[in-house]
Nanobody
């Protein structure tokens, strides 16, 4: 069973930055993603990576501000988040075992971490 553990969340003011990490058997999965879910909202895709093809995919709301990357040697997936906005406040999850590589839909992945909370104040 895939075990994914997110970290790096916290509270930050608008305009600030955070880097999320997802530790697990990252080297085993060429395709992974980051998702987020705010209270009362559905879980939504933020970014995905297809390491085998060197491709990334971003939601329009974060493009240009967030960067997904992975370090297979450290078995870690990252999400660098810059210029954070209050609307970025959510629980952030990493996902693996992609059914659709590069996808940003919840149903594109089979394994999930427990999440890390990001709170952005104005």
């Amino acid at each position: 069973q895939v075990q994914l553990v997110e970290s790096g969340g916290g509270s930050v003011q608008a305009g600030g930055s955070l880097r999320l990490s997802c530790a697990g058997s990252v080297y085993s999965y060429s395709c992974m993603g980051w998702f987020r879910q705010a209270p009362g909202n559905e879980r939504e895709g933020v970014a995905s990576i297809y390491a085998g093809a060197g491709r990334t995919n971003y939601a329009a709301s974060v493009k240009g501000r967030f960067t997904i990357s992975r370090d297979s040697a450290k078995n870690t997936l990252y999400l660098q988040m810059n210029t954070l906005k209050p609307e970025d406040t959510a629980m952030y999850y990493c996902a693996a075992e992609a059914l659709v590589c590069g996808g940003l839909r919840v149903n594109d992945y089979r394994s999930w971490g427990q999440g890390t909370q990001v709170t952005v104040s104005s």
